[in-house]
């Protein structure tokens, strides 16, 4: 059995962190990562060039002097984006993407999109300089059905952009379903799909079974056992088009424990070993460099990290926080439901 397994350092290609104390409390549990694609949806958004830039500053402020990650910032598109001020701050080094939520799919969307039509400029700008566009693909229409606003979106919204606009790089974000993942076989080298680390572990039944766990409330919501399935067998194709996006979205309990809770899951201080189980798993250790450290980076034309991170298999599970603590709040960690053998280490 191998016991040790060496890969370039992992990036993580969509991860958010918040701001004021919470950043400072889940900015270190991400530090170990190379890159990290930060997600804008902060209140209010990042929206313009300006702003991801002083986020920028204040994630850079809140990482250990030893950290590896280099935040790579995005842009929360809206109805009135400027397409002038997504590629200069694109020129300029500042943003690596811009972020496309739906007006109200998920947590902090309001001020998403409305009117496809109205960002065309903005799409058809970003075609033109290779910006990717990050996509929270879910329909918010109240007739669809929760678990089936993935397939529908790719359908009504995600096919159409993509045909009406040639040449736009995107990423299909947190993909849950097994037609998220044949729709990501379709396309060419412009289109690619990040896999949550908790997608590859539970199904809908952690959220619902015996009674309501909302630690395991995320969006796009879990969906059934066969798009589990799918999904572990994209992450561990090794298939270009597939890499991680953990999605780690710390709540606080007291936003999620209650009535109408919070969707996220906070997966960043335990990623990395619950991977290591699931490619073990699915006998494809030797893969999970592609998807982990080496697939992202090539979608978004970047090198692989130079150093290298090792995980271990050992006796005694890895141990991991069940919570932190974030100011006055407590954060609770992902429990994957199995201990975690594969322990992060130094290479
Ligand atoms: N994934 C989630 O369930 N929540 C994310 C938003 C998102 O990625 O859709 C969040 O910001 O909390
Ligand atoms: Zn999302
Ligand atoms: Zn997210």
Known sequence: MTDSIVLCRPDDW????????????????????????????????????AQAAAYRDRI??????????????????????DPADVTAAHEAGIIRAVKLYPAGATTNSASGVTDFDRVRPVLEA?????????????????????????AVFIDRVLDPIRRKTPGLRVVMEHITTSEG???????????????????????????????????????????????????????????????????????????????????????????????????????????LEAFASLNGAAFYGLPPNEDRIRLTRRETPAAYPATIAAGDETVTVFDPGFPLYWHLEDA
């Open 14 to 49: 969509h991860l958010h962190l918040r701001d004021g104390a919470m950043l400072a409390a889940v900015t270190p549990f991400s530090a170990g990562f190379g890159r990290a694609i930060i997600m804008p949806n902060l209140v209010p958004p990042v929206v313009t060039g």
């Open 60 to 81: 850079r402020a809140a990482l250990p002097e030893t950290a590896a990650l280099v935040p790579q910032m995005t842009l929360y598109l809206t109805d009135s984006t």
């Open 126 to 150: 970003m075609a033109g300089a290779g910006i990717p566009l990050c996509v929270h693909g879910e329909v918010t229409d109240p007739a669809v059905d929760i678990f089936d606003r993935e």
């Open 181 to 287: 993942v044949a729709y990501a076989r379709s396309g060419g080298d412009d289109l690619g799909a990040t896999i949550t680390t908790h997608h590859l572990v539970i199904n809908r039944n952690a959220i619902l079974a015996g009674g309501i766990r909302p630690h395991y409330y995320c969006l796009p919501v879990a969906k059934r056992e066969t798009h589990r399935l799918a999904l572990r067998e994209a992450a561990t194709s090794g298939e270009a088009r597939f890499f991680l996006g953990t999605d780690s979205a710390p709540h606080p309990d007291s936003a999620k424990l209650q009535p109408c809770g919070c969707a996220g899951c906070f997966t960043a201080p335990n990623t990395m070993s619950i991977l290591a189980h699931v490619f073990e798993d699915e006998d494809a250790l030797d893969r």
